[in-house]
Every structure is written in structure tokens, then in C-alpha cells.
């Protein structure tokens, strides 16, 4: 993502509306399929209250929410969280807010500062991140696991992959 990005910026052609347009084309349609056919599974093997809690977990993972609701709901490695169908969505959703946040950071980045010096502001931010989730992984690991500020370094890493060498 971030070699699009920075790639739209060197040829002065970046539009984050287009950068999400492209992230939910490649996203959406295989999140869909994928969860109507887990409703249909659902509906034919679950119990009625258990098949209304799996809409509400396939309605939050459809707007990219449902790590704010499995954090809400259980911590990772509780009994309830094991039987959870699209507990794998809550990743799915860290990735789509960091990649609502990402480029419009970027963007303004860009309007303040050189592109070396936002590589370097992304490479120390990487590393802060990481060093924020180790603290916080210790202190509340449900948090650290289920919420963007402790997993974004995560994915900056992937970025820097794309920047380095400086």
C-alpha cells in the first residue's frame, strides 16, 4: 500500500478516494461471498439465538467493525471466542481502519515535510508502535490484539519494506 501510495505521489497523481476505491474492490467482494456462505451454513446448523449472533458478527465484519465488537464481547483465547465463526475478521478489520488512516496521514505528511524526512518519520513511528505494543500486550492483551494503535506497526512494517533503503 504504501508503495501506491508513495508511487501516486512522485507522479503527483495520488487520490485517496481512488486508494480506497481500489482497497474495498479487492476486499469487499470476497468478504461478501465469504460470509453468505457462512450465513447459509449458520442458518441450517446453528440454533436461532446463535444464528442471530452470527449476523451480528458477519453485520460487523461487512463495515470493518467487528474487532470493536469481539474486544467488546471476549478476550482472544476465551472459550466463547474459539466458537466464533469470522473471529479472524477482527484482522480484516484492523487492516481497513489502518488503511482509511494511512494515506490521508500520508497526504498530509506530504504537505508539511520532504519525502526523506517522512520515510524517516515512518521508520521511528514503526518503531514506537512496536515498542507501544509490547507495553500494551502485557498491560491488556485483549486491547493490544483486537485495536489498531498496538497493531498499525504492524503494518508500517510492510511499508518500510517498500521504503528501504532510505
Not at 504504501?2 to 467482494?29: L, M
Not at 453468505?36 to 440454533?47: R, S
Not at 466463547?80 to 489502518?98: G, I, P
Request: hydrophobic share 55%; with cysteine; glycine share 6%.
Amino acid at each position: 500500500m504504501t508503495g501506491i501510495i508513495f508511487r501516486g505521489f512522485e507522479r503527483d497523481n495520488f487520490s485517496v478516494v481512488k486508494f480506497y476505491i481500489a482497497r474495498a474492490n479487492r476486499i469487499v467482494p470476497a468478504l461478501g461471498v465469504f460470509c453468505l456462505t457462512i450465513l447459509i451454513f449458520g442458518f441450517f446448523f446453528l440454533t436461532p439465538i446463535e444464528f442471530k449472533a452470527l449476523g451480528k458478527d458477519v453485520g460487523s465484519s461487512m463495515v470493518f467493525f467487528s474487532n470493536f465488537v469481539y474486544w467488546n464481547d471476549s478476550g482472544y483465547i476465551d472459550e466463547k471466542s474459539r466458537a466464533n465463526w469470522l473471529l479472524h475478521t477482527c484482522s480484516l478489520s484492523v487492516e481497513w481502519q489502518f488503511y482509511l488512516l494511512y494515506p490521508l496521514v500520508l497526504v498530509i505528511m506530504k504537505s508539511l515535510m520532504s519525502s526523506k524526512l517522512i520515510k524517516l518519520t515512518l521508520f521511528f513511528g514503526t518503531v514506537l508502535g512496536f515498542i507501544f505494543c509490547i507495553i500494551v500486550s502485557y498491560k491488556w492483551a485483549s486491547s493490544a490484539y483486537y485495536l489498531l494503535p498496538a497493531r498499525a506497526w504492524e503494518m508500517m512494517m510492510g511499508g518500510l519494506a517498500f521504503l528501504l533503503p532510505f
